[in-house]
């Protein structure tokens, strides 16, 4: 942490007044405060960071402290995931431009990456987004990622902004997007021909309708990323107010918080920001709460993800063969967990869920393989 330091504002929250945790089961009394004085996170399993930078969305927006106001929310509540380690690093400084600022959350998201911990980020405008993609881009790791808006940020625009740093992100080269997946767009803020493109590129996209029809579909999808993106935007506009141009229509508090845990459950995410958050706008601290609880479902997955079995040891597992495409197909599910896995032609498996199983006995194609089957071609 010591040749970190520079990049992070001298007060940590935990030091302040607004940290007001007073049990000792309260996760501000448990989490580690990174400090000058406290600075080594070797054993921490996930590391908080915040990222107050919005430049990326308004050349004169200030710099958030939405990290610190969900902090005071998420250090009241209470650890029920006592064997989790999570080390909180503090707020990283706002630099001269916004370049700066990115350059620094890159810096320090590469080294968590590195380290092979699980990074979490509170923004922030959206395209801090694209900093989470770098610190894989730097180790040459190709990736899955998954963003979760209410839009698609691939407008084309001078330099980096929030509504258009998918297209750095997706189209750059060299690339290391192996599969990009956006839930929760709503179609009568989205350009057709952006889902056109994504389409061709064989990436998925779920409307806000089929996503809240069948929540549990959406765990396979999660459970496939390395990297996760939310928009607070993606929220209805009822249980996020703070969203300055929220919508009407959009996620309820409850799901988005079930897809949070979703994502902690996957075995190989590493890498998870929340965006959008805007402290002056909230009202009653109810946005804060809600980006806490997410946080609080996040690590809940997590604690189910550590508790996973490896698909090695089979004898974890339930194995069904189904004929499919003429050839014998194997699904796997957890005894752990309930969670199901299917097997690819190549011999490899990916995240599955039972509607997919129940479709493969019918003898019909599930749309997940055949997804797949198109990115492996």
């Known amino acids: 942490m010591d040749d970190l330091y520079s990049f992070f504002a001298t007060k940590h929250f935990a030091e302040l007044p607004l940290n007001d945790a007073e049990h000792d089961l309260q996760i501000g009394k448990r989490i580690q405060a990174v400090t000058d004085y406290n600075n080594d996170w070797s054993e921490a399993e996930i590391v908080i960071i915040g990222c107050g930078e919005q430049r990326g969305k308004d050349m004169q927006a200030p710099y958030s402290n939405a990290a610190d106001a969900v902090r005071a929310e998420l250090y009241k509540m209470y650890d029920w995931h006592t ?27 590469q080294e968590v990456e590195a380290t092979g911990k699980i990074a979490i980020v509170i923004g922030g405008s959206h395209d801090l987004t694209l900093q989470q993609y770098e610190a894989y881009k730097k180790a040459e790791k190709t990736i899955n990622a998954a963003v979760i808006d209410m839009k698609i940020d691939l407008e084309e625009t001078e330099g980096i902004s929030d509504t258009g740093f998918l297209m750095d992100m997706l189209t750059e080269q060299p690339n290391f997007i192996r599969h990009f997946s956006h839930l929760g767009f709503q179609s009568y803020y989205v350009n057709p021909a952006m889902l056109e493109t994504l389409d061709k590129l064989r990436f998925d996209c779920f409307r806000l309708g089929r996503v809240r029809d069948n929540m549990e579909e959406m765990e396979p999808v999660l459970r496939n990323c390395d990297l996760l993106s939310i928009d607070m935007n993606a929220v209805r506009h009822c249980d996020a107010p703070f969203v300055k141009d929220g919508s009407p229509n959009g996620f309820f508090g409850d ?12 075995s190989q995410l590493s890498s998870f920001g929340i965006y959008g958050y805007e402290p002056a706008l909230d009202l009653n601290r109810q946005g804060a709460k809600l980006v806490a609880q997410m946080l609080w479902y996040f690590v809940d997955g997590y604690l189910i993800r550590k508790n996973e079995a490896a698909l090695s040891s089979l004898d974890e597992f ?26 690819l032609p190549d011999g490899s498996y ?15 194609i599930p749309e997940r393989w055949f997804r797949e089957q198109e990115r492996i071609v």
């Open 318 to 343: 339930i194995e069904y063969n189904v004929a499919l495409t003429g050839n014998d197909t194997q699904f796997l599910k957890s005894k752990k967990t309930n969670r199901w896995w299917m097997q």
């Open 350 to 364: 990916t995240p599955c869920s039972y509607n997919d199983y129940l479709t493969a006995g019918n003898n019909e």
């Open 83 to 109: 064997s989790i380690k999570i080390a909180d690093m503090g707020n990283i400084l706002e630099g001269a431009t916004p370049g700066d600022t990115r350059a620094a959350l890159r810096t320090v998201l």
């Open 255 to 266: 799901e988005i918080c079930q897809l949070t845990r979703y994502a902690g459950m996957s």
